[in-house]
């Protein structure tokens, strides 16, 4: 049994197929073949199910292919342990984020992590949370931005910021010409929110049960843009981040934002790694500086009124 062998396997648990498990190893199909016929062989079992148009893992192939990942991914923290010794700022990091957050938050941070880290290559992944957890837990990314809680004891994580959301209503909407909102202002209302799997929905969800109010019927979004167009349309209200209103990105014509009374309703992002990471000093320097963003990015937008301050970030914490 050697390295190479595991990753053939782990290479067909993923895509399901010789051919293209074979082109994403880079060797010929039968090359693969063989290798994971000798594989069974050594281990006395067999691993896959072989069918004409499809391949399935048996019970004990898919056992053997999830330990098989966790050797691969030792053995790449072994080699990230000595390039880390070598050169603590340099090489590469799979960073995770999640599609409410990543294009909000990358272009005010990656311009001074290019800066602070100048030989460093930043590889960026954008999925939703649950995808995220799992590339993670099998090695395919480094670290990840999150929403805290999280419950996975695999895991370490840097407390980074909280964002406070907003209502945003259109135009001529009963709450539009308010300054500020409590909770209990949105017990009659039904809020328009993502389709399952996103994050926001689960927040935002939180946010409802809190306040008294509902979910819109008939209507899930796909990604924030929609929800953001859909209010401007008139259709109904949303909660958005903070982050996802202040420039690059332009304002929207026909859309009020209304802030909360403290403490407004929020979610708080960390910087999460896997605790057998051997990068884990490296991660402390970066969360920091995703962390250092300018005070006004989470300030509440100026409603003419004493609009609530935003939280500050809090000291290193773990979860």
């Not at 648990?13 to 069974?40: M, N, W, Y």
């Not at 996975?152 to 910021?161: H, I, Q, V």
């Not at 403290?262 to 990471?277: D, E, Y």
């Not at 963003?293 to 409603?303: E, G, S, V």
């Amino acid at each position: 049994m050697n390295l190479r062998d595991l990753r053939y396997l782990v290479a067909l648990a993923d895509l399901r197929h010789f051919g293209r498990a074979a082109e994403a190893c880079h060797v010929s199909q039968p090359t693969l073949s063989t290798q994971i016929r000798k594989l069974e062989e050594e281990l006395g079992v067999s691993l896959v199910e072989r069918a004409p148009r499809h391949v399935m893992l048996t019970p004990a192939g898919q056992d053997i292919a999830l330990r098989a990942r966790r050797v691969l991914a030792e053995v790449e923290q072994m080699r990230e342990t000595a390039r880390r010794t070598a050169d603590p700022e340099a090489g590469s990091v799979r960073l995770g984020l999640f599609p409410t957050l990543g294009p909000y938050l990358l272009p005010h941070v990656v311009p001074r992590i290019r800066r602070r880290f100048p030989r460093l290559e930043l590889l960026l992944v954008e999925e939703k949370t649950e995808t995220i957890l799992h590339m993670l837990r099998d090695g395919k990314l480094d670290a990840a931005v999150l929403a805290l809680p999280l419950h996975e004891d695999w895991t370490e994580s840097e407390f980074l910021f909280e964002e406070p959301f907003l209502l945003a209503v259109p135009e001529g909407h009963p709450l539009s010409g308010r300054h500020d909102l409590t909770l209990a202002d949105l017990g009659d209302q039904h809020l328009l929110l993502l389709e399952e799997g996103h994050c926001l929905r689960d927040q935002a969800l939180e946010v409802c049960g809190l306040a008294g109010a509902g979910e819109k019927e008939g209507f899930r979004a796909t990604s924030l843009e929609t929800l953001r167009q859909m209010v401007a349309a008139g259709v109904g209200v949303t909660l958005l981040p903070v982050l996802a209103v202040k420039p690059p990105v332009p304002p929207s014509a026909n859309l009020r934002l209304l802030p909360f009374r403290n403490p407004p309703p929020s979610r708080r992002l960390a910087l999460v790694w896997r605790k057998s990471s051997a990068m884990a000093a490296f991660l402390h320097d970066l969360a920091g500086e995703l962390r250092d963003l300018p005070h006004d990015l989470l300030a509440l937008p100026d409603t003419g009124a004493d609009a609530p301050a935003p939280r500050a970030a809090r000291p290193r914490a773990k979860a």
